[in-house]
């Protein structure tokens, strides 16, 4: 039988000897691979804390101890240990998150996904361990990647300050976040890692001093806990402890044994303490080692032996991008680019291979990208920075107050817009042309297909005077919609017919095609209909007023929140104008979303085209009854 099949939950890891751990260990890395490669998901980071997670789980007891994962997508083997088995609807409907999950299990407390933050937690829930004196312990799991974030170390700066408020930070240290981490922290671990003349030094004072009676153990455990003037003639980790932070490491974070030993020490000491832990994304799955990219990072449903995909896809909304990017890059010398980490998944990987003098990535920090790219457009050059839709929320001040208040020449690139689906909560892109409504000056461009996307990119870097941004959506872009007239700056995608059409439909980016089926729905229903793309939603295209005033009703469909959104600038641009037309704003309602399919969850919130369609003829109608009363009316008074 085999042992995975009799863990249900973490305190029957206690039973097992360290034989049965490493065989435990080898049947999870086959379990995931097994599993990750029908549904998809994140497959070599989970592959590389096989053995930290079990240790963690056979030191701490969960979920009395919190156990915290920055970020959530290293959390599969946690899962396994904690009683959730089912893989089979991974990142499905009704199937497990492929992050941290409070409705999942009690030992899930943190769901935002969004790197650097654990330790910001960590520290909270140790302060309130403290205050209403409880002896829970915190663990805070962080990658190496993810201490390239700003926040890592404010919230560091506040833990080093109580020597005595216990709490553990364990820093999976795989050298890579997406790709490999950059930058001096990075080069700081990089020495830890290859000075291993303090752990060669223990290893061979345990072996003599094993031998020695009595006091033989007590001695190796003081030297192993030996303060900083010993460890930094060996091994220079002082950046740590000058922080006042207790470092244990660096540890093999495939050995077990070791593991437990240094995590058990950790837990004793009754402060913060640091342990380093040194492991392999991707380990014991040869495609995954392969990939020098990102060690299969995340992958779509694979063949389990060869790593390859199973079926591909058409031409991406990224791709486009960043092969958009690399003209650009040849016709323009200031074009720049910017990434948080992520030059492979937002598209620059082929603009980096092509100029890789005018890269730069910032690490896990997106508040800095941006500042950083005003300091680039003030000295000249046009920085585009790509960052995932849901990930610019982090640095919204800095877009505000940096970029857009300095009139600085950024182009900001929004991959993921809208919903994402499979990757929850906190990975949906909804909020975007939401939150940068308010910035004053800022330029907002929805690009409706491939076309749209090459062609609102070269406006966008036209634009030296004030940020811009591009939105698109995640996966495969759909063919070429194209435009049967103009008006203003807006293409018109369907003529009504008629001089007198009933509704203006406001068609926001990649929903184009939907629109124009939700238009053909309408027209069945004798409602005749404009379809416009307004392409630039901020600020509101001048002509869309007029021409709203010649329509009955106004109908915008967008793939965002509908609070404060495309819909609602519209509504306000027409009561500015005087137009006054009854508008309908469909779009994404202010709740967090289920994971599921993108398919299913827009018909889970009714941005499909039927039940727009419906709703529209409803409104259609009411305002047909209202005429009829109307001049009823007048005929009857007429009379009287």
């Not at 089979?88 to 409907?93: R, T, V």
């Not at 680039?376 to 995932?388: K, M, N, S």
């Not at 307004?534 to 021409?547: F, G, H, I, M, S």
């Amino acid at each position: 039988m085999p042992l995975l099949t009799r863990i249900r939950g973490p305190r029957d890891l206690d039973r097992l000897s360290l034989e049965e751990l490493d065989q435990l260990a080898g049947e999870i890395r086959t379990f995931l691979v097994d599993a990750v490669s029908k549904t998809g998901g994140h497959l070599g980071p989970n592959l590389g804390v096989v053995e930290l997670t079990i240790a963690l789980h056979r030191v701490f007891e969960s979920p009395k101890d919190k156990v915290l994962w920055d970020t959530g997508h290293q959390s599969y083997v946690h899962k396994l240990l904690t009683g959730r088995q089912d893989f089979s609807k991974l990142k499905m409907k009704g199937g497990l998150s492929g992050y941290p999950s409070q409705a999942e299990s009690e030992h899930d407390v943190i769901e935002n996904s969004h790197a650097s933050t654990v330790l910001g937690w960590a520290d909270g829930l140790a302060k309130a361990n403290q205050l209403l004196e409880r002896d829970d312990h915190v663990v805070a799991v962080i990658g190496d990647g993810a201490l390239t974030g700003g926040m890592a170390w404010e919230a560091l700066n506040n833990i080093a300050e109580a020597k005595d408020r216990p709490l553990v930070i364990v820093v999976n240290d795989n050298e890579r976040s997406y790709a490999p981490t950059i930058g001096g922290l990075a080069n700081h671990l990089a020495t830890l890692r290859t000075t291993d003349g303090y752990e060669r030094f223990l290893a061979r004072t345990k072996e003599i001093l094993d031998r020695t009676p009595v006091v033989g153990r007590p001695l190796y455990e003081t030297l192993h806990g030996a303060k900083k003037g010993l460890k930094d003639f060996i091994a220079p980790q002082g950046m740590f402890e000058d922080l006042g932070l207790k470092y244990v490491g660096p540890i093999d974070g495939h050995d077990i044994e070791a593991l437990e030993s240094a995590l058990a020490r950790a837990k004793r000491f009754g402060g913060p303490v640091i342990v380093h832990c040194l492991t392999e994304k991707g380990r014991g799955y040869q495609p995954a080692l392969q990939d020098e990219a990102d060690r299969f990072h995340a992958v779509g449903k694979i063949h389990p032996d060869t790593g390859l995909p199973i079926a591909s896809s058409g031409a991406d909304w990224t791709s486009v991008f960043g092969d958009e990017m690399v003209k650009l890059g040849e016709e323009r010398k200031d074009i720049v680019a910017i990434t948080a980490a992520m030059l492979q998944p937002v598209g620059l990987d082929k603009f980096a291979k092509r100029f890789p003098e005018r890269v730069y990535d910032v690490g896990i920090a997106e508040q800095h990208g941006a500042v950083s790219a005003a300091g680039l457009a003030t000295g000249g050059l046009h920085p585009v920075f790509a960052v995932y839709a849901t990930f610019l929320n982090r640095a919204f001040d800095q877009v505000l107050m940096d970029v857009a208040l300095h009139k600085c020449g950024v182009t900001f690139v929004l991959d993921r817009a809208g919903i994402t689906g499979t990757d929850g909560a906190s990975h949906n892109g909804m909020w975007d042309m939401s939150i940068l409504q308010v910035v004053p000056g800022l330029r907002l461009a929805a690009p409706r297909d491939a076309d749209q996307v090459r062609a609102q990119l070269r406006e966008a870097v036209q634009v030296d005077d004030a940020p811009t941004v591009v939105r698109f959506s995640k996966g495969a872009v759909g063919p070429a919609v194209p435009a049967v007239g103009k008006a203003g700056g807006m293409d018109v995608l369907r003529e009504p017919g008629t001089d007198r059409p009933d509704v203006l439909l406001v068609s926001v980016g990649a929903l184009a095609p939907m629109c124009l089926e939700i238009a053909a729905l309408l027209d069945q229903q004798g409602i005749s209909t404009t379809v416009v793309d307004p392409r630039w939603v901020k600020p509101v295209d001048e002509a869309l007023a007029p021409l709203a005033e010649r329509h009955r009703v106004v109908v915008t469909v967008e793939d965002n929140s509908r609070v404060g959104g495309v819909g609602s600038a519209i509504a306000q641009a027409l009561r500015d104008a005087g137009v006054d037309v009854p508008l309908r704003d469909f779009g994404i309602p202010p709740r967090f979303l289920d994971h599921a399919s993108r398919a299913e969850v827009m018909a889970e919130i009714g941005l499909t085209a039927p039940d727009i369609a419906r709703q529209v003829t409803g409104l259609v109608s009411k305002l047909d009854g209202k005429y009829e009363r109307a001049a009823a009316d007048e005929v009857q008074a007429a009379r009287d």
